[in-house]
């Protein structure tokens, strides 16, 4: 008879060494509680490693190549030239690099057992290793993230989608991007900055349709402006093979034509990306042997403490239907592991969360927008406020892109529950001005705010 397999104890077991996973088990550990991780890849899960940070780094080479061509008109005797590839992602893996060590330090120093392997559960209490090992802890955490996904219509493996692009060493001369998310947006504005011609083939009629109307319409614009070619209402039905590609490197499509539902082709790309959506990392874990309840796009069911349908067993992160952020699953996580070991009643407040799109110009947006805000307290209650104008820079140098901030208010004394802006440093402007909305500020507060000039971020204290 075989014998049973070894098994180690511990308080919990983290699955998943992304953002949330990580920042569960080291605020576990400094409770004192022993912990297990596993993580069968790179530290960092997509944030790290095919997320926020490496396309972050790109979106910053983007940002320098724009002002680079901007330069001559301003007086600087310089010509534009295109980025080395190869040479920025040695500095790019270089950091992401820095961030897997610093992590590795981390988890040595707080005594986390790392397991660089996947498992499977085999009770609520007891995952299995893909070694055969077995490890038991009273409290699991699940957080395996997401992934990219493929449309399912012939042709679809000809493209790559957003994991692939980092693999990419040179920017195809033309590219096509299937879809108008945030990832699909920043893709674009990215690959145009860097010299591609960009097409984007957008289902629906807009940009962003999580964001405001207005700041949406305004980025799409821009991005005519800057030379985006934009496809809205389009039906995707095939992908079609069309000789080689020009070799963006690894992940790159071979040339091909989209045909449309009307039955259009495209003209040729070099290269296609989709950026259609994602997928949790649900599947093969053994979930469903233990009761632990998905939804019907296999995201695993939590409550507003992130305890799913088996006690004993949490989720964070891209794995549940909560916003696809890494500050939210960090957040998420750190808070359910001080109500765990900590005595804490504190729960993450999923209202407002601020969010930036790192398109050419950044949007930035926390709270409702003017459409939320109409539903959910009538037109007459609602008050819109905006500044349209050129940044600095693009007035001097005489670039017809546009600035729009927005304000959403509520009731007389004009309660700010929404702020949207779109241009040139939105990104960092946004952070101090969510602490206010879920402050409570009014308008009036805005107004009484003395502004910063000449800055962009005055326009918020200076609507009328």
Same mark, same amino acid.
């Given at each position: 008879?075989?014998?049973?397999?070894?098994?180690?104890?511990?308080?919990? %077991?983290?699955?998943?060494?992304?953002?949330?996973?990580?920042?569960?088990?080291? &605020?576990?550990?400094?409770? /004192?509680?022993?912990?297990?991780?596993?993580?069968?890849?790179?530290?960092?899960?997509?944030? +790290?490693?095919?997320?926020?940070?490496?396309?972050?780094?790109?979106?910053?080479?983007?940002? !320098?190549?724009?002002?680079?061509?901007?330069?001559?008109?301003?007086?600087?005797?310089?010509?534009?030239?295109?980025?080395?590839?190869?040479?920025?992602?040695?500095? *790019?893996?270089?950091?992401?690099?820095?961030?897997?060590?610093?992590? *590795?330090?981390?988890?040595?120093?707080?005594?986390?057992?790392?397991?660089?392997?996947?498992?499977?559960?085999?009770?609520?209490?007891? %995952? $299995?290793?893909?070694?055969?090992?077995?490890?038991?802890?009273?409290?699991?955490?699940?957080?395996?993230?997401? &992934?990219?996904?493929?449309?399912?219509?012939? /042709?679809?493996?000809?493209? /790559?989608?957003?994991?692939?692009?980092?693999?990419? @060493?040179?920017?195809?001369?033309?590219?096509?991007?299937?879809? =108008?998310?945030?990832?699909?947006?920043?893709?674009?504005?990215?690959?145009?900055?860097?010299?591609?011609?960009?097409?984007?083939?957008?289902?629906?009629? @807009?940009?962003?349709?999580?964001?405001?109307?207005?700041?949406?319409?305004?980025?799409?614009?821009?991005?005519?402006?800057?030379?985006? *070619?934009?496809?809205?209402?389009?039906?995707? +039905?095939? !992908?079609?093979?069309?000789?080689?590609?020009?070799?963006?490197?690894? =992940?790159?499509?071979?040339?091909?034509?989209?045909?449309?539902?009307?039955?259009?082709?495209?003209?040729?790309?070099?290269?296609?990306?989709?950026?259609? /959506?994602?997928?949790?990392?649900?599947?093969?874990? =053994?979930?469903?042997? !233990?009761? +632990?309840?998905?939804?019907?796009?296999?995201?695993?069911?939590?409550?507003?403490?992130?305890?799913?349908?088996?006690?004993?067993?949490?989720?964070?992160?891209? %794995?549940?239907?909560?916003?696809?952020?890494?500050?939210?699953?960090?957040?998420?996580? @750190?808070?359910?592991?001080?109500?765990?070991?900590?005595?804490?009643?504190?729960?993450?407040?999923?209202?407002?969360?601020?969010?930036?799109?790192?398109?050419?110009?950044?949007?930035?947006?926390?709270?409702?927008?003017?459409?939320?805000?109409?539903?959910?307290?009538?037109?007459?209650? !609602?008050?819109?406020?905006?500044?349209?104008?050129?940044?600095?820079?693009?007035?001097?140098?005489?670039?017809?892109? @546009?600035?729009?901030?927005?304000?959403?208010?509520?009731? $007389?004394?004009?309660?700010?529950?929404?702020?949207?802006?779109?241009?040139?440093?939105?990104? $960092?402007?946004?952070?101090?001005?969510?602490?206010?909305?879920?402050?409570?500020?009014?308008?009036?507060?805005?107004?009484?705010?003395?502004?910063?000039?000449?800055?962009?971020?005055?326009?918020?204290?200076?609507?009328?």
């Amino acid at each position: 008879m075989n014998a049973k397999p070894a098994t180690s104890e511990f308080d919990l %077991i983290v699955i998943g060494g992304g953002s949330g996973g990580l920042a569960g088990a080291f &605020r576990a550990a400094e409770h /004192g509680a022993r912990v297990a991780l596993l993580e069968p890849h790179l530290l960092g899960g997509t944030c +790290v490693n095919v997320g926020c940070v490496p396309k972050k780094a790109m979106w910053l080479a983007a940002d !320098v190549a724009a002002r680079l061509q901007l330069a001559p008109t301003l007086g600087f005797p310089v010509q534009p030239a295109p980025l080395d590839w190869p040479e920025f992602i040695v500095h *790019r893996e270089r950091y992401i690099e820095n961030i897997h060590a610093s992590y *590795r330090r981390r988890l040595d120093a707080a005594g986390i057992v790392l397991a660089p392997m996947r498992a499977h559960l085999v009770d609520a209490n007891t %995952i $299995e290793c893909q070694n055969g090992a077995r490890l038991r802890a009273r409290h699991l955490l699940i957080a395996t993230g997401g &992934r990219p996904e493929r449309p399912d219509i012939p /042709g679809a493996a000809l493209g /790559g989608v957003s994991d692939d692009f980092f693999q990419w @060493r040179a920017a195809p001369e033309r590219v096509a991007i299937v879809g =108008g998310g945030y990832i699909a947006v920043e893709l674009a504005g990215v690959l145009q900055a860097l010299g591609s011609r960009v097409e984007m083939f957008v289902r629906g009629p @807009r940009l962003l349709r999580e964001f405001d109307h207005e700041v949406a319409a305004q980025l799409a614009e821009d991005y005519r402006q800057s030379g985006v *070619r934009l496809h809205f209402d389009h039906r995707l +039905v095939a !992908v079609e093979a069309d000789g080689a590609g020009t070799g963006a490197g690894a =992940g790159a499509a071979a040339g091909v034509r989209l045909r449309g539902a009307d039955g259009n082709a495209s003209g040729r790309f070099d290269a296609l990306l989709f950026a259609t /959506g994602r997928r949790p990392n649900s599947a093969g874990m =053994g979930l469903e042997a !233990v009761g +632990v309840a998905t939804d019907a796009d296999g995201c695993i069911v939590v409550n507003e403490r992130h305890e799913t349908s088996v006690e004993g067993i949490y989720a964070v992160g891209d %794995i549940t239907a909560n916003a696809q952020l890494t500050p939210v699953a960090i957040a998420a996580a @750190r808070r359910l592991m001080d109500r765990v070991y900590g005595g804490s009643q504190a729960v993450l407040d999923q209202r407002d969360i601020p969010t930036v799109v790192f398109s050419h110009p950044p949007i930035g947006q926390v709270g409702l927008t003017e459409a939320q805000a109409r539903a959910e307290h009538g037109d007459a209650a !609602v008050h819109v406020y905006r500044a349209e104008f050129r940044p600095m820079l693009f007035a001097l140098a005489d670039v017809p892109h @546009r600035s729009l901030f927005k304000l959403v208010c509520i009731g $007389e004394e004009r309660r700010v529950v929404g702020i949207h802006l779109m241009g040139e440093a939105a990104d $960092e402007i946004l952070q101090g001005f969510a602490v206010a909305l879920k402050r409570g500020i009014t308008l009036q507060d805005l107004r009484d705010t003395v502004a910063i000039h000449p800055t962009s971020a005055e326009e918020v204290v200076l609507m009328r």
